[in-house]
């Protein structure tokens, strides 16, 4: 079945300094991936996503490209605000039809940015 | 415009008791799914509701149902509580039939305490 891992966190930044939070995946096929943020007293809400490999998802300074080769999806930021402080889940759904209702995440990752 | 919203927020029930949650989806969306999000855990797909049916199922027992309304809101029912049922329960809609962009709609959840 399909499946994420994220690394392990939590993560604590200072302002400004440089983000990379590892998202890899095992999945039939060419499935959709995503990252998804959680605010603090926040619902979930999409940050980027993409739908083939090579794409590149980008969205508020951060990025992800899909690569298949190594099975990855690896989010960045260059320059990190203390407003970016929230949960991160890396996220796959399987192509076509309804599979997008049908998410599996990654366990989350914790950032945390100080000023 | 109102986004997804869950009722009620917060809930405590006793092993073996039942309860029902509700969910209302985003403006013009037609397709809601359930979420199941443990403490420190990334949010595990339940099951999802298009045109008033069942369409996807996640690995969860027969304690779970539920329900979609012709007004597209939806309820999740859970019977004989348990302990381990005790977690962040999450609604998610999207709009199907205008086409699949991936991307779902996060409400912020019912909280469930299983004593």
């Known amino acids: 079945g399909n499946s994420v891992t994220q690394m392990e966190g939590p993560v604590t930044l200072s302002e400004e300094a440089f983000l990379t939070i590892n998202c890899t995946y095992t999945?039939?096929?060419?499935?959709?991936l995503f990252w998804y943020v959680q605010y603090p007293g926040e619902g979930l809400q999409l940050l980027l996503k993409?739908?083939?490999?090579?794409d590149k998802g980008s969205n508020k300074g951060f990025e992800a490209t899909y690569r298949k080769e190594t099975t990855s999806f690896h989010l960045e930021k260059g320059s990190v605000q203390v407003s970016d402080s929230a949960v991160y889940f890396c996220?796959?759904?399987?192509?076509?039809?309804?599979?997008?209702?049908?998410?599996?995440f990654g366990q989350g990752t914790i950032l945390t940015v100080h000023p | 415009d109102a986004g997804v919203t869950q009722s009620p927020t917060h809930l405590i029930k006793t092993r073996g008791q039942q309860v029902t949650l509700r969910c209302s989806p985003k403006?013009?969306?037609?397709?809601v799914s359930w979420y199941q999000q443990a403490l420190g855990q990334g949010p595990q797909f339940i099951f999802q509701?298009?045109?008033?049916?069942?369409?996807q199922r996640g690995n969860f027992p027969d304690r779970f149902s539920g329900h979609q309304f012709p007004n597209y809101s939806s309820e999740l029912n859970v019977n004989a509580l348990l302990l381990g049922d005790s977690a962040l329960y999450l609604c998610?809609?999207?709009?199907?039939?205008?086409?699949?962009?991936?991307?779902?709609?996060f409400g912020e959840g019912s909280r469930l305490t299983v004593l």
């Open positions: 403006s013009g969306h037609d397709t």
């Open positions: 509701y298009y045109e008033e049916e069942e369409r």
């Open positions: 996220a796959l759904a399987s192509a076509g039809g309804t599979s997008y209702g049908k998410l599996t």
């Open positions: 998610a809609s999207s709009f199907l039939a205008g086409g699949n962009t991936g991307e779902l709609f």
């Open positions: 999945a039939t096929g060419y499935p959709s």
């Open positions: 993409a739908t083939k490999a090579d």
